[in-house]
């Protein structure tokens, strides 16, 4: 994607953003604003023609069940080893049952498990971002014609990563089951005694569950396997930037935006395609007293979902890796 390009959907997503939080706000329901609605608004914007853009009624369905469901454990059982099991696996199977490419709906279910909600208003709030997301896809799909480019060698590498992460997503995973989802629940013990140590469940948040699904069920088509120092450098940022600004503003608006941007900057400056790190930044917005502690805890979760990928990596070699 050129520099053009780059800047023109940054803002029209950073005023997605901006606006979403604007509703959240007039509403008093500042779950409107779902923090992966900023890495779902990126990818539509950029690849119009991607599975989440063209998916409209999954795009609202899917996230939807899932926040059910989380909302209907966390009523039912506290955080902890059963309770985070059966959202992962619950939400897994909910999106496998779809055949939807939405995995970023396992965010969604998550959430009222890392944040303690209990408001069965949750899952209709987030409905109000994603199905605003699901009526800009279509009509920009029906009124706007592509208009014929030159793809520049950077265009093509970004659309092919772009690319890359939604098709995976709607794919069966890569490698045997047993090697995938032992090691996605070694993953989640040993961040569970971080989220011990921290006194904590945002060790474990919610976007990282999406990362790690992929870079162990999917590492063939994982754009972030293998930039795991990059990915911990930009989302420990983008937590800074996110605290940052509601420490010192609030919950408003612009800052917001502002946070998608420099979130995208990070990731332009790091040549990194990993959009779940705007769900870093967005995530202490929905947080009702965002701490200082909080980025260092979003790093230990990354540190711990890198240690243990690549051991699987090392111990578990793949056919043509």
Not at 208 to 215: F, G, K, N, T
Not at 241 to 258: E, I, R, S, T
Not at 271 to 286: D, E
Request: with cysteine; net charge positive.
């Amino acid at each position: 994607m050129g520099p053009r390009q780059h800047v023109t959907w940054a803002l029209a997503t950073a005023l997605f953003i901006g606006l979403i939080t604007a509703i959240a706000k007039a509403t008093g329901q500042a779950y409107v604003l779902f923090p992966e609605l900023g890495a779902l608004a990126w990818v539509i914007f950029t690849d119009p023609k991607g599975p989440w853009a063209t998916s409209p009624r999954l795009l609202m369905l899917t996230p939807f069940l899932t926040a059910l469901l989380g909302v209907a454990i966390t009523r039912s059982l506290p955080y902890g080893p059963l309770a985070l099991g059966l959202d992962v696996v619950g939400c897994l199977l909910i999106i496998r049952g779809l055949r939807s490419p939405i995995v970023p709906a396992i965010s969604a279910g998550v959430l009222p498990l890392a944040l303690g909600i209990h408001d069965w208003a949750y899952p209709v709030s987030i409905l109000v971002g994603t199905g605003g997301l699901a009526l800009l896809s279509q009509w920009r799909a029906r009124r706007l014609a592509p208009a014929p480019t030159t793809s520049s060698p950077n265009e093509e590498g970004s659309a092919t990563a772009l690319d890359r992460i939604e098709s995976s997503f709607a794919m069966t995973p890569t490698v045997p089951l047993r090697r995938w989802a032992g090691a996605l629940a070694v993953f989640l013990a040993l961040g569970l005694v971080f989220v011990k140590i921290w006194d904590s469940p945002l060790v474990l948040f919610p976007p990282l569950l999406v990362i790690a699904y992929d870079m162990l069920a999917l590492p063939h088509h994982s754009p972030w396997l293998g930039r795991g120092g990059a990915m911990m450098v930009v989302g420990t940022g983008a937590a800074w930037a996110g605290y940052g600004l509601v420490a010192a503003f609030g919950v408003v608006p612009w800052a917001a935006c502002l946070a998608v941007l420099i979130t995208l900057g990070l990731l332009r400056l790091a040549h990194l395609t990993c959009p779940p790190c705007l769900g870093l930044a967005l995530l202490p917005f929905v947080v009702t007293h965002p701490n200082g502690a909080y980025p260092w805890q979003a790093l230990t979760g990354m540190a711990c979902l890198v240690a243990v990928v690549s051991t699987t990596e090392a111990w578990f070699p793949r056919a043509g890796a």
